[in-house]
């Protein structure tokens, strides 16, 4: 069952499998009941889930993480990641003071990304507060973690809102810091 991983990557980040929890937790915020978890839980598999990740990231391969494998290590199924060599965004917003460039550069990876994932059936759905988005030393954005949410599960439109609006308050947050150099 081991898959060889990508030779063209020589740093590679690895996550344990972690179920579904983050979707349900998200779900039963939202309020949607028992009804769209157990959906969730049907159709859930590790194997599904780096499926999805594959596709997405073959989406936008520029700026979702790379999927390389799904492993058994030590007993428990594990997720390959590229590596990516750099930091939250959250924790790099003073990159952007004065960096109209940079600012503008990151709004549209952002739009773009979640943009062409939406066009084609899928959501990110964990963004919020500037969630699971890094930005790499060469001032790539990079979408990692997003949420097991199928194409036609019944409440895609409201994941869909929640990454719009999840990217627009980031937007806005970044747009306070450029500073006075913005036109
Ligand atoms: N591919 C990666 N390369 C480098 N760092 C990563 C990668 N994926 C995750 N991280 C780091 O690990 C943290 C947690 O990862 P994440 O996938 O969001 O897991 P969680 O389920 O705990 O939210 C991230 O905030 C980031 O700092
Ligand atoms: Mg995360």
């Given at each position: 069952m081991y898959k060889k991983l990508?030779?063209?990557?020589s740093d590679t980040f690895v996550k344990p499998e972690k179920g579904l929890y983050t979707e349900l937790f998200v779900i039963e915020n939202l309020g949607l009941g028992k009804k769209a978890g157990n959906y969730l839980k049907e159709k859930y598999s590790p194997k599904e889930r780096f499926k999805m990740m594959r596709k997405e990231y073959n989406l936008a391969q520029n700026n979702i993480v790379k999927p390389l494998a799904l492993e058994e290590l030590n007993g428990q199924k594990t997720y390959v990641l590229e590596k990516i060599d750099g930091d939250m965004l959250m924790n790099s917003?003073?990159?952007?003071?004065?960096n109209t460039k940079l600012f503008y550069s990151i709004k549209q990876q952002l739009e773009d990304t979640v943009e062409i994932l939406h066009r084609n059936g899928?959501?990110?759905?964990?963004?919020?507060?500037?969630?699971?988005i890094m930005l790499t030393k060469e001032g790539k954005i990079k979408l990692i973690d997003?949420?097991?949410?199928?194409?036609?599960?019944?409440?895609k439109n409201i994941f869909i809102d929640l990454d719009n609006e999840a990217i627009n308050s980031v937007i806005n947050l970044m747009y306070g810091k450029v500073g006075k150099f913005i036109r």
């Open positions: 990508d030779e063209t990557i917003l003073y990159k952007i003071k004065g899928y959501v990110h759905g964990d963004l919020v507060s500037g969630n699971n997003s949420l097991y949410i199928p194409k036609d599960f019944e409440y």
